[in-house]
């Protein structure tokens, strides 16, 4: 079998952190609690929080996943730095110096793309049904 044209191309970038255990600085366990809001929203809480922290979820990785953190569970803000991919299939988030007790939240974005399209569906259909009474009743 030959194959003509044959192109690679990169989909995924991942940013590679190396922590090296025994020294200051690296990883303790999180006490977290968080909740499964649906297949495309947790949130949760870190609270005696001790420096650096790796926050992961167990879903297949895609860059898709934001997080948003918050101290009070208000003003969250997104996360812009620090996703990757741990373990080689799930989402991580390397936070540096979070607040001692702080809240989150994690969204896959396109779920917001599809609630676009579904609304913009369903009013569409309410239109044509609009529409299709407005003349057979004229």
Same mark, same amino acid.
């Given at each position: 079998?030959?194959? /003509?044209?044959?192109? &690679?191309? !990169?989909?995924? =970038?991942?940013? *590679?952190?190396?922590?090296?255990?025994?020294?200051?600085?690296? +990883?303790?366990?999180?006490?977290?609690?968080?909740?499964?809001?649906?297949?495309?929203?947790?949130?949760?809480?870190?609270?005696?929080?001790?420096?650096?922290?790796?926050?992961?979820?167990?879903?297949?990785?895609?860059?898709?996943?934001?997080?948003?953190?918050?101290? /009070?569970?208000?003003? &969250?803000? !997104?996360?812009? =730095?620090?996703? *990757?991919?741990?373990?080689?299939?799930?989402?991580?988030?390397? +936070?540096?110096?979070?607040?001692?007790?702080?809240?989150?939240?994690?969204?896959?974005?396109?779920?917001?793309?599809?609630?676009?399209?579904?609304?913009?569906?369903?009013?569409?259909?309410?239109?044509?049904?609009?529409?299709?009474?407005?003349?057979?009743?004229?």
């Amino acid at each position: 079998v030959q194959y /003509d044209d044959l192109k &690679f191309y !990169k989909i995924l =970038t991942n940013k *590679l952190y190396l922590i090296q255990t025994g020294k200051s600085g690296s +990883l303790k366990p999180m006490n977290i609690d968080y909740k499964r809001i649906s297949n495309v929203e947790y949130s949760g809480k870190v609270v005696n929080n001790e420096g650096n922290e790796l926050l992961v979820l167990r879903e297949n990785y895609t860059n898709e996943w934001d997080l948003y953190i918050s101290a /009070d569970q208000r003003n &969250f803000s !997104k996360v812009t =730095t620090g996703h *990757l991919r741990v373990n080689g299939c799930c989402n991580g988030w390397y +936070l540096k110096n979070p607040p001692k007790d702080f809240y989150f939240k994690l969204y896959y974005n396109p779920q917001r793309l599809f609630q676009v399209g579904a609304l913009i569906a369903g009013l569409t259909l309410l239109g044509s049904i609009a529409w299709w009474l407005w003349r057979k009743l004229r």
